[in-house]
């Protein structure tokens, strides 16, 4: 089989391993891209101290519920391959079940809770450290929630990469009904008056910039702009439809789009009190470079040794 320069790219992107390498091993494993990746971790062998300074954009969310006590947490890796770690997997239901009984102030505090898997601890940061190095990537814990607050709690979890705990009275159904909906839907708030400042403003100015856009769209053929008046009202009406469609309550419920959240809630007698919402590698910024150039560059570069 053909090892092409995106194959190699690909490969590179989730092993972090030499170019050429990835070549090596694509074309040992005639292009089976899990077979290769498998190849590289072997022959390669990464260390922690390597290991430790690349992004974890990859991951996986996991939760804990024991009655009206909790914790939710994303773990993030380097690549997709290590989401399926049974060992990682491990670290990372642990870490939940301590958020939960624990109540951690920090990142640094989760860490230094006693723990031991694999043959290291005897504190969950060692243990980390530990399957840094046996695993040959990265890992870090990078956000987490803990709940004590006396509401019920129902979790979801989406696969691995999306986990959502609701606080709630009332009907447990309903309520984990509402849990696999802000998964699909992820709203950023449970109303309208709850959603940050930051996102309507950020909202307000792509809708002025839209108006203003039709506007010299109008302009340009020759027909008069539309006045302050209008222009504002349509600036605010696009406000006010973003806030239904971001607002938990305001949306149309998944499972009966005739009815809101808000409406299917109150027919159960059930009700939120909020939400949490993690999805793996959100916000974090992956590394993206020209690896067909990168490829070629090393390709020429051996022809020519």
Known sequence: MAITASMVAELRAKTDAPMMECKKALTEADGDMA?????????????????????????????????????????????????????????????????????????????????????????????????????????????????????????????????????????????????????????????????PAEFIERERSVAAAKADEANKELLAAGKPAQSAEITAKRIDGAVQKYLKEVSLFNQAFVKNDKQTVEQMLKASGTTVKGFTMYVVGEGIEKKVDDFAAEVAAQVAAAKGA
């Open 35 to 195: 077979k290769a990746e498998e190849l590289l971790r072997v022959k390669l062998g990464t260390k922690a101290g390597k290991a430790a300074s690349r992004v974890t954009a990859e991951g996986v969310v996991a939760g804990f519920i024991n009655g009206t006590t909790g914790g939710l947490i994303e773990v993030n890796c380097e690549t997709d391959f290590v989401t399926k770690n049974d060992s990682f997997l491990a670290l990372a239901n642990a870490a939940a079940k301590l958020v939960a009984e624990h109540n951690p102030a920090s990142v640094e505090a989760l860490g230094a809770l006693p723990y031991s898997q694999d043959s290291f601890g005897p504190t969950l940061e060692d243990v980390r450290k530990g399957l840094i190095g046996k695993i040959g990537e990265n890992m870090s814990f990078r956000r987490f929630k803990h709940y004590s607050n006396g509401a019920k709690l129902v979790s979801y979890l989406h696969g691995t990469r999306i986990g959502v705990v609701v606080e709630f009275d009332g009907e447990e159904v309903p309520a984990k009904d509402t849990a696999m909906h802000i998964a699909a839907m992820k709203p950023v708030a449970l109303t309208s008056a709850d959603v």
